[in-house]
T-cell receptor, first 114, second 112 residues
Framework: DGGITQSPKYLFRKEGQNVTLSCEQN?????MYWYRQDPGQGLRLIYY???????QKGDIAEGYSVSREKKESFPLTVTSAQKNPTAFYLC?????????????FGPGTRLTVL | RKEVEQDPGPFNVPEGATVAFNCTYS??????FFWYRQDCRKEPKLLMS???SGNEDGRFTAQLNRASQYISLLIRDSKLSDSATYLC?????????????FGQGTTLQVKP
C-alpha cells in the first residue's frame, strides 16, 4: 500500500525540549513538504524539499529544522526556539515540484507543549 | 489582505440541497487551483483540480474566473457524508514550484 506515514500521532512536549516528527513516503515522490495548521487557519508552509539533500525554508521556518538524507524520509525537528509549537503538523509529498502536482498528505501529528 | 480568502461558514444545509462556496485569491500570477476536503481532525485530501474551462466530477463542479481572481465549488444533491471543511488552494507563483497557499477553509454541515 503506497502512502505517507507520520509518527507519532500525538506528541506531548515540555517547554525547552526539542522533538522530532517523522514523515515517510513510499510513493517515490521527489518533493516533500511540512505544514502547520492552527485552529481556524489555513495550512502554513514550514519547509519543503524538492530533491534529496536539498531543502528550502517556507513561510514560518523559524524554530524548526529538517533534513532530507533519503528520498523517502523528511523528518521535522521542533526546537525550543519555536515560541508557540502547539499545532497540528502535516507532512505532504508530490511527484515533482511543479505547481500543478497534487500534494498527498500524511495523517498528521498533533503536538502539545505542556 | 489574505492571499486566499474564503467564507469560513459554517454552511448548514439540508440533505439534497445545492450549496456553493467561493474563494478569492490575490496573486494574479497563480497558475494552479485546487479544492481539498478536510474532515474533522484529519488530513486534507484532494477533491478536484480547477481548470480554466471549468470542470465537473459527479455532483461537484468547479469554476475559475481568472479576470476576477475567483474560484467556486458547487455541490449538488448534498449528502450527509459531504459534511467537512473545504479548502481552496492556489499555487503561489508562476514559476515551477510546488508551493501552495491554503485558504482557511469553509465548513459545510449537511443535516438530515
Amino acid at each position: 500500500d503506497g502512502g505517507i506515514t507520520q509518527s507519532p500521532k500525538y506528541l506531548f512536549r515540555k517547554e525547552g525540549q526539542n522533538v522530532t516528527l517523522s514523515c515517510e513516503q513510499n510513493l517515490n515522490h521527489d518533493a516533500m513538504y511540512w505544514y502547520r495548521q492552527d485552529p481556524g487557519q489555513g495550512l502554513r508552509l514550514i519547509y519543503y524539499s524538492q530533491i534529496v539533500n536539498d531543502f528550502q525554508k517556507g513561510d514560518i521556518a523559524e524554530g524548526y529544522s529538517v533534513s532530507r538524507e533519503k528520498k523517502e524520509s523528511f523528518p521535522l525537528t521542533v526546537t525550543s526556539a519555536q515560541k508557540n509549537p502547539t499545532a497540528f503538523y502535516l507532512c505532504a509529498s508530490s511527484m515533482g515540484d511543479g505547481h500543478y502536482n497534487e500534494q498527498f498528505f500524511g495523517p498528521g501529528t498533533r503536538l502539545t507543549v505542556l | 489582505r489574505k492571499e486566499v480568502e474564503q467564507d469560513p461558514g459554517p454552511f448548514n444545509v439540508p440533505e439534497g440541497a445545492t450549496v456553493a462556496f467561493n474563494c478569492t485569491y490575490s496573486n494574479s500570477a497563480s497558475q494552479s487551483f485546487f479544492w481539498y476536503r478536510q474532515d474533522c481532525r484529519k488530513e486534507p485530501k484532494l477533491l478536484m483540480s480547477v481548470y480554466s474551462s471549468g470542470n465537473e466530477d459527479g455532483r461537484f463542479t468547479a469554476q475559475l474566473n481568472r479576470a476576477s481572481q475567483y474560484i467556486s465549488l458547487l455541490i449538488r444533491d448534498s449528502k450527509l457524508s459531504d459534511s467537512a471543511t473545504y479548502l481552496c488552494v492556489v499555487s503561489r507563483y508562476s514559476s515551477n514550484t510546488g508551493k501552495l497557499i491554503f485558504g482557511q477553509g469553509t465548513t459545510l454541515q449537511v443535516k438530515p
